[in-house]
C-alpha cells in the first residue's frame, strides 16, 4: 500500500505558475501509474495528467502545453510543473497512485490510492 502527500498548492495570478508535489511512502512507487487530478465543488473530480513507470506521459487536452507531470524515483515524489494558469485551474489538486505502471491514463476510475489533496487558486 502507498501512502500520497501533496502539497505546492497557493495562490497565484492568470499567467503564473506553480509546482506540486506528491511524496509517496509505504510500497514500490516506481512501478505504479502516478496521476494528478483536480475537483471543484461545483464540478466531479477529473484527470489532467498521468505518468507510467518508464517515464511515458499523458494530458487531458485543456492543460497540454502548460502542465508537465514528472516524477523522481530515487525521492519517491511526483511532480506536476503548471505554467500559464487559468482562473478555470482553480481547484483541489490531488495525486493518486495504482500498482501497474504500463498504459497509464489520466481516469479517476483507474486509482485506488489518494492523496488529501492541495488547493490552487488562480485569481483574474
Known amino acids: 500500500q502507498v501512502q500520497l502527500v501533496e502539497s505546492g498548492g497557493g495562490s497565484v495570478q492568470a499567467g503564473g505558475s506553480l509546482r506540486l508535489s506528491c511524496a509517496a511512502s509505504g510500497s514500490t512507487y516506481s512501478s505504479y501509474c502516478m496521476g494528478w487530478f483536480r475537483q471543484t465543488p461545483e464540478k466531479a473530480r477529473e484527470g489532467v495528467a498521468a505518468?507510467?513507470?518508464?517515464?511515458?506521459?499523458s494530458y487531458v487536452d485543456s492543460v497540454k502545453g502548460r502542465f508537465t507531470i514528472s516524477k523522481d524515483n530515487a525521492n519517491n515524489t511526483l511532480y506536476l510543473q503548471m505554467f500559464s494558469l487559468k482562473p478555470e485551474d482553480t481547484a483541489m489538486y490531488f495525486c493518486a497512485a495504482e500498482p501497474g505502471g504500463s498504459w497509464c491514463r489520466p481516469a479517476v476510475s483507474d486509482y485506488n490510492y489518494w492523496g488529501q489533496g492541495t488547493q490552487v487558486t488562480v485569481s483574474s
Open positions: 505518468i507510467d513507470s518508464d517515464g511515458s506521459t
